[in-house]
Each structure stands twice: as C-alpha cells, then as structure tokens.
C-alpha cells in the first residue's frame, strides 16, 4: 500500500509538472513530421497502431491522456528509451500528441474479410 | 602418385618456363632456386598430354556420397575440388547428388541448412578450400546453432609439392575444419578412398545423430585427382543411423508425476519435434496433462488450432506455472528471467518455486567458445535424452500416473483452456486490425493477405521475422513452419527459403517466404540460383527500408548517452536511393512485383506471383511495409 501511495504522488507531482508546461495549441502537420523525425514509427508504427514481437505497444487511435503520454515519453517505463526535454521540445511533444489524437480508427475486425482464418 | 598417371602440373610449367623465357630475365637472380627445382629429376616425368585417368579417385567418391543418399550438392565452384565436380557430373550423371550453382558458400550452407529441416536429411556443400571456408562460416554457425546437419566437403590440396605457385598456394591449409571446429559436430581430412569413404559414413551418422549439427570433410585434391587403385580392396561401409536415445524411464516416471499433481502445468517446446508424429506425440501429452503449450518455434511442435497451443500468452502461463515441462530448449534461461535492455536490470518472469523439467541432448553437445549454450539454467530434473523419442514413455507414464479423481479434475480444465485459446486468437486478429489501412502497408495486413493467397494450397512458410504468421495462421502440419536461423546470423533467409523450396518441390507443397531487405542483401546471388534451378518459391519482401533492430538500439543508445534522437537513421537505414528488388529479381530471372506500396495492390500481386511458382518458378514480390 505504500508503494502505490508513493507512486500516486510521483505520478502527481510529475503529472503537474508537465501539465505546467505543456504548449496549448499542438499542430498536427508539425506533430506529424516529427512523429518521423523522431522516428516515433520504428516500435509503434506510422499509424501508432504498434508492432509486432512486442517491439512498441498501440499508442493510436485514442492516444492515452496528455499527462501519462508526457510522462512516458520523458521518463518511460520499461524498454522504451527517454525522449527528454533538450532533444524534443515540450511544443514538439505537444504536436507529436495532436498528430496521434487525429489519428481515425481503420475498419474493425469484422469488416476485414482477410482476418477471418477460419 | 603413380609413374603413369597424367602429371598435369608439368605440363602447366613447361607453359609457365616458357612464358618465362618470352619476359625476360628481370628476376633472374630471385628464379635461380626454382631452375635448380626444375632439374630435379623425380619431377621429370617426360611428356605427359596423351595421358588419360579414366578412373580418379573422384569417381569412387561420388560413389560413395551417392551411398549416403544425398540428393543435391550446393557450390561456388572452386578448382580444390574440380575433379570431384566434374565426376559428379560426368560420372554420376549430375543426379543424386546434382551440382548446384551457387553464388556465395554462405549461399550454399544457409540453402542446404533450409533443406534439412524440411527434406529431413541433409544436403552436401562444396567449399573451395581457405576462402570458401571463410566465406562459409556464418552459415555453417547458423547451422550449428539450429542444431541442423549439413554435409560441408572442402577442397584443399594436402602436398606442398603438388601445389601450383600463387594463388592455389593462398587456397591451401594445413587444417581445412580448423576455422569451423568451434561450430561443427566432427570434421576429417582423409589421406586415402578407404579412409574417405569410412569418414563420410560416419559424418553423415554424426550429422543425423540429435542433437545434430553440421560436419566436415576435407576432399584432397590430389587423392581426387589422382588414379584409383586397388578398387577391389576398398570396401563401402554400410551405413546406419543412430536410434535416438530415450531419457531414462525412471527419471520420466519421475517428472509424469510432478506434471499429474501441477496446478498450473506449462510444455515448452523449441526443437522437439522432428516430424508430424513429433507432434501428435507432444499433443497426446499435452491432451494427457490437458496443459498448455508454448511453440517456441524452433521447429513446428504444436498446430495452431489445437485449443492447448497458447505460444502468444508465454508470459502469464510462465508467470503462473508451478511446474514447467522443457523439451529440447536453446534457451531455458531466457524463459524464466529476462534481462532489460539498455539498463541491464535482471528480472524474474516466474514464481520463485517453479519445478522445472528439461528433457534434452544439449549437454552431450557443447562447446566452450562460442557461447550459444546461452545462460546456465538450474533445473529440479535434467532428463538426458531426445525429446521426440521419449515423449511416448513420458505420456504412458502420465497417463499410469493419473487416478480416476485426478483425470477428472484435469479434464474440468479444458472449458477454460478453450476460452483462454480463443481470447488469445481473437486478441491476435484485433492486433492485426489497428493500421490495417496504413502506409507503408502493416505487416498484420501482409501477412493476412500471404495467407489468404495460399490457404488452398499444401504451404510451408519457411522464414519469417514476423510472428503473425504464428499468431495467426491455421498450421496444423510439421511442413508448415521450418523455425529460423538458430544464430540470427543476417543472409539466412532468402537461401534457406531457397533449400526448403528445393525440398518440397517434388511434395507439392508451396514455399513462402518473407524476405528481410537487409538479410536479402547479403547475398541476392540465390536469386539467381533459384531461377536456374527452377526452384519454386514464392519469396515477399519485408521491405522497411532499414536495418530496423538497428535503428531502435541507436535510439536507445542516444536516450542513454542523452544526446540527441533524431540521427538514429544514419548507418541504419537502406534509402536514398531504395532499392529496387523487382528489378534485382528480374535481374537474375526471377519473376517479380514491386515495389507494392498500396495496401489494396499486395493481394492482386501475390496471386499473379503464386500462379508463376504452381509453374514451378521463384517469383518475388517487393511489399514497401512497416518496421514491424
């Protein structure tokens, strides 16, 4: 219990942090470029819709929230390697996040055909 | 040698002396110690153009490789073994074995390495003395790290005397298999037809002795070369093969009752089976315990349909086992721990207490340079002996083992077990559904249409590094997947996709193959192999423009270092310009299509290329995908 308490409070702490800082307006076009400047696509896909063997999870369509997004990219949680602020700019990050939030969902599992390996 | 024989080396000096002479006398002082030579009248043996050897020592070689049954001899042609090429050809009729051009030795051991697995029996190489041996060695590492039998013969010229000067000089060793020895089961360089024929015996039955591995045997170009005599005296050894050993039957009783009374039983499989009835005997134990199984996908162990194959959940079923089954595992270590990468942090994928089985032959075959023997795994029962041969004892014992009350208790685990089989396989399909529109084309998408190009067919997906396939794809037969290159040594996939294809040519079965455009680039001379072969495979490009792995460990590296992340794409990404492999394939004869950067364009392509393999020809379609 105590753990999770102070992992809370890490997570809030940091979670206002960034919330501090991050730009208002995100640009998609600009968000896009350095989605591959940033080479974002090689563990999670062009699309965000992730990669096989486990190599970066879906981060799109529906983007987790800011906050977490944020904090996963500056201090990551497992294999991912940090993006931190003096290589990728808070207003980077922030059009990076408005890139993935146009992202539209593709068509589902039951109107793709090709998925059905009965 | 024998006074009569053709000395063809006298005759290529008397043209190289008199080539000599119309220089000039330049190096006149420095060639004084070879006229002194020239004089010497034990190499005078007169004219020698009118000579014939009707019967070389190469003949009787062919004879005997023909009693071993190997089919196909893959080669770069070297002049070490010339003698044995042209009996092979000339004197075997080019059938069983069949020369086979190739482009690069790498080219020829990766082919015969796929051959193996899918013909289950081996294919002989020929390597051209020092330089084919250096140029054969990453394979012959791959191979050996399979565990997969691969008859290498080398050409070398053993007698200094006979050697021409220069180059044959740069191609001879004094010990051909040295350079091999820390990756090969056995190795022999015989000095006479009786002792090449007793030495191929054996390394044919070492090579198919599991666990297997790939071995080698010195051809002496003048024992090739040279008369045989005394044919009558040499005798061709029977040759039989070595029965698989069973694990001990106590031992097997022993782990069938701590697989009865787990909660939370698990099989891991790697290269256990051997066979389709390599597989219905790791199924009739699987149903027997009704415990799950995870292909680790060393060779196809468990069909994809059955509801106990769960190789997509590793984590939770290992994470939860109280006792684990290992059946011939490359890497027992890295199934219960991992390691995280960049930082190092050692972590514990199971419970503590797991009671951890292995039924396995890796201990009787190791070696200590090379460390493929991965990380030290202690065990509660190390079963020594083959999987395959010992799982029929090992279900009998289970079976002996269960009462009435336990088999009814195992049997309530099957709902369960269904449901989680079925969440996993719809958890795959809804993966493979997320950028299935995208560009460049998601590999889901790729591999989805592959499979719907060729599910009315008899496949084999040969390589892959994609685990779609896998996930995905309905694979009930041991033909189905081959497992991949055991050393992830890059340049395995197209040649090894290659061998497969030439092994189930005449069993009606179609070969696939996604090809890495890095890997395919290490040696696309296959390409051409495949085409004059007429060797059908149906060969798709992963084409993501990158050494991709690479591309992340530089982003992991700068995030380390904190330096900047955008550079990540120098030294590890293929653009500018991108390679055009329809064109490389048209190049060399090969069918193709491509580049496909359309999602919708890859179904229409591959029937198009699979209606050009059903003739009996390669054809390969260049898909512009994701990384991953």
Redesign the interface.
């Known amino acids: 219990m105590g753990k999770l308490i102070l992992a809370t409070l890490m997570i809030f702490a940091v979670s206002t942090a960034l919330a501090q800082e991050k730009p208002s307006e995100g640009s998609l076009e600009r968000g896009k470029q350095g989605y591959m400047?940033?080479?974002c696509?090689?563990?999670h896909?062009?699309?965000?819709?992730?990669?096989?063997?486990g190599?970066g999870p879906?981060i799109a369509p529906g983007p987790m929230p800011y906050l977490a997004f944020a904090l996963q990219v500056r201090t990551p949680r497992?294999?991912m390697?940090?993006?931190?602020k003096?290589?990728?700019s808070d207003q980077e990050l922030t059009d990076i996040y408005a890139y993935l939030s146009t992202i539209k969902p593709?068509?589902?599992?039951k109107e793709?055909p090709?998925?059905n390996?009965q | 040698m024998s006074k009569d024989s053709f000395d063809r080396r006298s005759f290529l000096k008397g043209a190289a002396a008199s080539a000599a002479a119309v220089i000039g006398t330049q190096f006149a002082a420095a060639s004084a110690p070879a006229q002194a030579a020239e004089q010497n009248p034990a190499r005078d043996n007169g004219p020698t153009s009118g000579k014939v050897i009707s019967r070389p020592g190469s003949d009787y070689m062919v004879d005997v490789i023909k009693a071993t049954g190997i089919e196909y001899i893959a080669s770069n042609p070297g002049s070490s073994f010339r003698s044995l090429q042209e009996s092979i050809i000339n004197y075997g009729g080019n059938k069983k074995p069949e020369f086979l051009t190739c482009m690069h030795e790498e080219s020829s051991v990766a082919m015969a390495h796929g051959y193996a697995k899918a013909a289950g029996k081996p294919m002989g190489i020929l390597a051209h003395g020092t330089v084919g041996l250096q140029h054969a060695a990453m394979a012959v590492y791959n191979a050996w790290c399979d565990r997969v039998p691969v008859m290498i013969f080398a050409g070398n010229f053993l007698d200094a005397d006979k050697r021409r000067p220069g180059v044959e000089w740069y191609h001879c060793v004094q010990d051909p298999a040295l350079i091999l020895r820390d990756f090969t089961k056995w190795d022999d360089q015989p000095v006479s037809l009786q002792h090449f024929s007793e030495s191929v015996m054996r390394a044919y039955k070492m090579a198919l002795t599991p666990p297997m591995g790939p071995v080698v045997i010195t051809v002496d170009g003048d024992l090739a070369e040279e008369a045989t005599h005394d044919e009558k005296k040499l005798r061709m050894p029977k040759l039989t093969r070595s029965i698989p050993p069973q694990g001990d039957s106590g031992a097997l009783s022993e782990a069938a009752k701590m697989l009865v009374s787990a909660e939370r039983p698990v099989i891991l499989a790697d290269r256990a089976a051997r066979s389709q009835e390599g597989i219905k005997r790791i199924v009739a134990l699987a149903e027997a315990l009704n415990a799950p199984v995870l292909d680790i996908g060393g060779r196809m162990n468990m069909p994809t349909t059955h509801y106990l194959c769960r190789s997509n959940d590793r984590r939770s079923l290992v994470g939860e086992a109280d006792v684990a089954l290992l059946l011939e595992v490359a890497d027992p270590w890295g199934q219960f721990n991992t390691i995280?990468?960049?930082h190092h942090e050692y972590r514990r994928l199971s419970k503590p207490d797991v009671k951890i089985i292995h039924i396995s032959l890796g201990d009787t075959l190791t070696k200590s340079n090379y460390q493929d023997a991965q990380r030290f795994m202690p065990v509660d029962l190390a079963i020594s002996g083959d999987a395959e041969s010992s799982l029929p004892a090992l279900t009998e014992a289970v079976k002996s083992a269960l009462s009435s009350s336990r088999r009814s208790a195992l049997a309530d685990r099957s709902g369960k077990l269904r449901e989680e089989h079925k969440r996993m396989?719809d958890r795959s399909?809804?993966?493979?559904?997320?950028?299935?529109?995208?560009?460049?084309i998601?590999?889901?998408?790729m591999s989805?249409?592959l499979?719907?190009t060729i599910k009315n067919e008899k496949w084999c997906m040969a390589v892959s590094g994609?685990?779609?396939n896998k996930s995905?794809?309905?694979a009930t037969e041991y033909y189905n997947f081959i497992g991949g290159s055991g050393g992830s040594g890059v340049g395995y996939g197209a040649p090894a996709a290659v061998g497969a294809a030439l092994a189930n040519r005449d069993k009606g079965i179609i070969t696939v193959s996604f090809e890495g455009d890095g890997d395919l680039m290490y040696a696309p001379g296959v390409l051409w192999t495949a085409a004059h072969h007429k060797i059908p495979l149906l060969m798709v490009m992963h084409n993501n423009r990158?050494y991709?792995q690479e591309?992340?460990h530089l982003?992991?590296m700068?995030?380390?270092h904190?330096?900047?992340?955008?550079q990540?794409?120098i030294g590890t990404t293929i653009e500018n310009p991108n390679i055009d492999f329809a064109k490389l394939a048209q190049s060399m004869g090969v069918y193709s299509e491509g580049p496909i950067t359309s999602p919708a364009g890859v179904g229409p392509a591959l029937a198009k290329a699979l209606a050009v393999v059903k003739r009996g020809e390669p054809a390969l379609v260049d898909v512009v995908c994701?990384?991953?």
């Open positions: 400047k940033y080479m696509y090689t563990c896909g062009t699309v965000g819709q992730g990669a096989d063997r190599t879906k497992l294999d390697p940090a993006y931190r003096e290589f990728v593709g068509p589902s599992l793709i090709l998925l390996f | 995280s990468d960049p396989k399909r809804n993966t493979a559904a997320v950028g299935w529109d995208a560009t460049p998601s590999t889901a998408r989805a249409t499979w719907n994609m685990q779609w995905m794809w309905p990158a991709h591309v992340m982003q992991k700068a995030a380390l904190n330096r900047r992340m955008d990540a794409a994701q990384g991953r």
